[in-house]
């Protein structure tokens, strides 16, 4: 039943409406340790402006400065309360203690519903976890806000080969790296994807 219900969010999650796109367990990007200061001005402008950047950065060190100022706008959630949870989730996460971690959560996702990343920081936990029925959820609803968001995107690429949906794996892989040229392995599982579903080139 939960991986039917994983099978069916996976499909409306790979609806072209939502965006323009063997990993190994822990595959999943995540955000670095420490984020430069989010810049200020308008946020959509300033993600839109970064993401193109991203595209063109001419090396891993440029885009990887890029990327940090992507993953900076994203966790600035313009309350000081979210910004308090979430930092009690990750002593929370690195203390392992996931249960207290998802309560936290779940009262920062009732009090800013369209902040994106608590939904991803959740999606991860029930990953680590196994819980692919509610982690999809959560993806979902990370790319109905993102669709660019390339942690979600490669982690729904991870759940989908767990699950041996190498079709729906590639697709996600494939639309991770339509916005983040420059993401680690993520080409190579594209490489032997594409060989397992589309075979050979003759």
Known sequence: MRIRLALALAAVLLLPALA?????????????????????????????????????????????????????L????????????????????DE????????????????????????????TIYFTNKEYGKSLADIRQVLAREPRHFGALTGLGVIMQELGEDKFALEAFRRALAVNP?????????KTLTEKVEGRDI
Not at 182 to 190: G, M, Y
């Open 20 to 72: 323009p796109a063997v990993a190994e367990p822990g595959s999943w990007v995540d955000p670095p340790e420490k984020l430069p200061r989010a810049s200020r001005g308008d946020r959509t402008k300033n993600l839109d402006f970064l993401f193109e950047a991203l595209k063109v950065a001419p090396d891993a060190d440029s885009a990887k400065l890029v990327e940090n100022r992507i993953w900076a």
């Open 182 to 190: 420059h993401l680690q392995k993520i080409p190579e599982f594209v």
């Open 96 to 123: 392992k203690d996931t249960r207290l971690a998802l309560q936290l959560l779940d009262s920062v996702i009732d009090l800013k519903p369209d902040y994106v990343e608590a939904w991803n920081r959740r999606a």
């Open 74 to 93: 994203w966790f600035a959630s313009g309350s000081d309360t979210a910004d308090l949870l979430m930092s009690r989730v990750k002593t929370a996460t």
